[in-house]
């Protein structure tokens, strides 16, 4: 089977870094990718990783080991308007077959 | 580009009785998917398509059908609505080439009663 393990919710101020911890247990496992969710709306894409290593876009990076079944989102510069859910989903050996995490709600402060 | 499209925006059922969402793209992705979120929780996967004529379960198959007749549209049926399909329903596309970037629809709120 799959799981996915995130913390359920994160607080942190304007204009700090935060991380976002996912591990997972899945088989025949493609990449690891990360979504944003605000409240009542849908989910939108924000960053993959297949490789081990670093992916960089704009203020989000994302990080992965495949080694040990764990990546990782960071925010930097937060905003306000960065509050929202984030969830971490794993593509399995089909490519369209993806599993999500419970989310990690992010409530950023003044 | 509309993107997804999804509808209903709001539907409520009586126990028994069954609908059909509709989902359509404009993008031209073979990959379509149906989710489903629960109060507090992730996206889980119900059916997906890889392609017109090609669908498969997810992890939450059993009370939904699904058809996939064009590369446009995949509806996802109710058969018999129930309570525990009280939930909001989000279609998905995404192009094979990246597949790990899917596209969401606004979603449906459903309510079974």
């Known amino acids: 089977g799959q799981s996915l393990e995130q913390p359920s919710e994160v607080t942190a101020v304007e204009g700090a870094i935060v991380q976002i911890n996912c591990t997972y247990q899945?088989?025949?496992?493609?990449?690891l990718s990360w979504y944003q969710q605000h409240d009542g709306g849908a989910p939108t894409f924000l960053s993959y990783?297949?490789?081990?290593g670093l992916e960089e876009t704009g203020r989000f990076s994302s990080f992965l080991s495949r080694s040990d079944s764990y990546g990782y989102l960071l925010l930097q510069e937060l905003q306000m308007k960065d509050s929202a859910s984030y969830f971490c989903?794993?593509?399995?050996?089909?490519?369209?077959?993806?599993?999500f995490g419970s989310g990690t709600k992010l409530n950023v402060k003044p | 580009n509309a993107g997804v499209t999804q509808t209903p925006k709001f539907q409520v059922l009586k126990t028994g009785q069954s609908m059909t969402l509709q989902c359509a793209q404009d993008?031209?992705?073979?990959?379509m998917s149906w989710y489903r979120q629960d109060p507090g929780m992730g996206l889980r996967l119900i059916h997906y398509?890889?392609?017109?004529?090609?669908?498969d379960q997810g992890e939450v198959p059993n009370g939904y059908n699904v058809s996939r007749s064009t590369t446009e549209d995949f509806p996802l049926r109710l058969l018999s609505a129930a309570p525990s399909q009280t939930s909001v329903y989000f279609c998905?596309?995404?192009?094979?080439?990246?597949?790990?970037?899917?596209?969401f629809g606004p979603g449906t709120r459903l309510t079974v009663t």
């Open positions: 398509s890889v392609g017109a004529g090609i669908t």
């Open positions: 989903a794993v593509s399995s050996y089909n490519f369209n077959k993806f599993y």
């Open positions: 990783n297949a490789l081990d």
């Open positions: 899945t088989s025949g496992f493609y990449g």
């Open positions: 998905a596309s995404s192009h094979p080439d990246s597949s790990y970037e899917q596209y």
């Open positions: 993008m031209n992705h073979e990959y």
